[in-house]
C-alpha cells in the first residue's frame, strides 16, 4: 500500500483484531464499524485499497463489509477489482460475504456484467460457480436493495443445475428460494420443467419455500 497513512489504519486494525480474545461477529464488527468512521471522508478508491489488505491479512468478510458500507466504494468497483477481491476465497463462508456485500451489489449497480457472472458460473472454481448463484440473492433481497429479477436467476441457475458439488447444489437451492417472494409462478414453473435435472435437495427445498414459506416446515427460519 503506497500511502502510509492507509497502511497504518488497516495495520491499527489488524492488531485490534489480533488482540481480540474472542474473535466472534460482534467484536469483529465493531472494529469495521471503527473503521468505517475513520474512512468516511476518504476517497473510494482510497478505500478499496484498505478493503483489498484488509481481505489479503485480516478476516475477509471485514474487508467486504467496510467496501459494502461506504458511501461510494460500491460505485467505485470495477470488474477487476470485483475479480481480486474475490481471488482466494475458499469457503463457503467467505464466498458468502463476498457474494452478498461485494459481487452482488456490484452486480446489481452494473459495475459488474451479466456476461461476468455467466463466466463465474462456468468456472471450474467451485467457489466461483457458488459466487455466480450467492450474487443473484442480491437481485431478490428487498433489504439490500433488490427488486426481484427472474431472467437474471435463472439464467445463472439454468448454468448450475446439472452441477453436484454440494456447495453449487445448496447455492442452486438458496438461489429460487431467494426468487420465490418476487415471483412463485416463474419459480413453480421452472421446479417443474427441471425435476429430473435439479438434485433431489433443490427441489425439496424450493418445493417447501413454494408449499409452505420455508425451506425445512417445522423450523422458524425459511
Not at 464499524?33 to 474512512?39: A, N
Not at 470495477?78 to 459481487?103: E, P, T, Y
Not at 467457489?127 to 443473484?136: D, Q
Request: one cysteine or more; proline letters at 4%; hydrophobic letters at 45%.
Amino acid at each position: 500500500m503506497a500511502d502510509p497513512a492507509c497502511h497504518q489504519l488497516v495495520r491499527e486494525a489488524l492488531d485490534t483484531i489480533a488482540r481480540l480474545r474472542i474473535r466472534k461477529t460482534p467484536a469483529l464488527r465493531e472494529v469495521r464499524r471503527t473503521l468505517s468512521r475513520r474512512v468516511k471522508s476518504l476517497p473510494p478508491d482510497t478505500v478499496l485499497t484498505i478493503a483489498a489488505e484488509l481481505v489479503a491479512n485480516g478476516p475477509r468478510w471485514v474487508g467486504y463489509e467496510l467496501i459494502n458500507q461506504h458511501p461510494g466504494a460500491l460505485r467505485a468497483l470495477s470488474l477487476k477489482s470485483v475479480r481480486a477481491l474475490g481471488a482466494g476465497n475458499a469457503s463457503w463462508q467467505d464466498v458468502d460475504a463476498f457474494g452478498v456485500l461485494v459481487a452482488g451489489p456490484a452486480w446489481m449497480l452494473g459495475r459488474v456484467t451479466d456476461a461476468a457472472v455467466l463466466r463465474w458460473a462456468a468456472s471450474p472454481d467451485l467457489w466461483w460457480r457458488r459466487t455466480a448463484l450467492v450474487a443473484t440473492t442480491v437481485l431478490n433481497s428487498r433489504s439490500r436493495g433488490g427488486r426481484g429479477d427472474v431472467q437474471r436467476t435463472l439464467a445463472v441457475v439454468d448454468r448450475l443445475k446439472h452441477d453436484r458439488e454440494d456447495m453449487v447444489v445448496k447455492a442452486v437451492s438458496w438461489a429460487l428460494r431467494s426468487l420465490v417472494v418476487w415471483d412463485r409462478t416463474a419459480v413453480d414453473r421452472y421446479l417443474a420443467a427441471n425435476a429430473a435435472i435439479l438434485h433431489a435437495r433443490v427441489r425439496r427445498e424450493v418445493g417447501n419455500k413454494l408449499r409452505t414459506g420455508r425451506k425445512n416446515p417445522g423450523r422458524v427460519t425459511g
